[in-house]
């Protein structure tokens, strides 16, 4: 069955930097954009990043551009979120998300969009 794993997460200082992983399987991973969302203790689940079925287009959360990086590998069935200068609010739970591509937008930031979900990784933050 489909299935998204996330890795990578971890603990780490203010300014420091993770990159986050999500391997696909069980479904044709580059027919789906791929998306990062989180969600922090008592916050609702909010976007993150989104990148398109080629990997040519993204799409980020102002809180996150210039920051955070999301990028693709078909061949590898895997989709990756750079994060640098982590601040104390960017700690959360990281999902990764896919969204099956029907030609009419390349990339979503809507989680209602999305079908399938990974289980997610904890990111902390200390200052």
């Known amino acids: 069955q489909a299935q998204l794993v996330e890795s990578g997460g971890g603990l780490v200082q203010a300014g420091a930097s993770l990159r986050l992983s999500c391997a696909a399987s069980?479904?044709?991973?580059?027919?789906?954009?791929s998306g990062w969302f989180r969600q922090a203790p008592g916050r609702e689940r909010e976007f993150v990043a989104a990148?398109?079925?080629?990997?040519?287009?993204?799409h980020y959360a102002d809180s996150v551009k210039g920051r955070f990086t999301i990028s693709r590998d078909n061949a590898k069935n895997t989709v990756y979120l750079q994060m640098n200068s982590l601040r104390p609010d960017d700690a959360s739970v990281y999902y990764c998300a896919a969204a099956w591509y029907d030609g009419s937008h390349l990339y979503t930031d809507d989680e209602f969009e999305y079908e399938y979900w990974g289980q997610g990784t904890q990111v902390t933050v200390s200052s």
């Open positions: 990148v398109s079925v080629s990997g040519g287009s993204t």
């Open positions: 069980g479904f044709t991973f580059r027919r789906y954009s």
